[in-house]
Nanobody, 126 residues
Framework: QVQLVESGGGLVQAGGSLRLSCAAT????????MAWFRQAPGKEREFVIG????????YYADSLEDRFTISGDNAKKTVHLQMNSLKPEDTAVYYC???????????????????WGQGTQVTVSS
């Protein structure tokens, strides 16, 4: 089993920045992909950004602007989401997700991931 623990959420004013972190424990050596999703009130959980540990690099939601970047440490199986120039519409619960198997295309849907963190709230005030 794999456990994911997120940290770094909070309240920030529009235009500010936040950095979220996610640490995988347990059988973390088996992970191929880690990603961030977010879920705003009344909306479905949506893919934001991901990283592969098998040489495929980082990948993004088609709608994502350049304000968000992902970085990670393969050896430690930790990922970070750097969010800049935050907007009120970025307000959501942000979830760390991980996949413990190879995948043909880059995993971007909720069903593509089999491990989830508890989520961390990000609130951007106007």
């Amino acid at each position: 089993q794999v456990q994911l623990v997120e940290s770094g959420g909070g309240l920030v004013q529009a235009g500010g920045s936040l950095r979220l972190s996610c640490a995988a424990t347990g059988r973390a050596f088996s992970l191929y992909y880690m990603a961030w999703f977010r879920q705003a009130p009344g909306k479905e959980r949506e893919f934001v950004i991901g990283i592969s540990w098998n040489g495929r690099g980082t990948y993004y939601a088609d709608s994502l602007e350049d304000r968000f970047t992902i970085s990670g440490d393969n050896a430690k199986k930790t990922v970070h989401l750097q969010m800049n120039s935050l907007k009120p519409e970025d307000t959501a619960v942000y979830y760390c997700a991980a996949r413990g198997a190879s995948f043909g295309s880059l995993p971007k849907t909720v069903n593509d991931f089999n491990y989830w963190g508890q989520g961390t709230q990000v609130t951007v005030s106007s």
